[in-house]
């Protein structure tokens, strides 16, 4: 659900909520999911957040 309720920390009551039939909400966390999928080429399947910081010598 994302856009509208991203970095609410309660719980959200989500009925009703859509987007028009075609029109998906963009995707501002796309640059994360790439970083963390670049992780998991590197490193492997045990990622962890700690491996984001490390750089190859």
Avoid: C
């Amino acid at each position: 659900m994302g856009t509208h309720y991203e970095g609410a920390q309660q719980l959200n009551d989500i009925s009703g909520f859509s987007s028009p039939k075609g029109e998906p909400l963009p995707n501002d966390d796309l640059d994360l999911q790439l970083v963390w999928l670049r992780a998991m080429k590197d490193v492997g399947a045990k990622i962890m957040s700690a491996n984001l910081f490390y750089t190859k010598t």
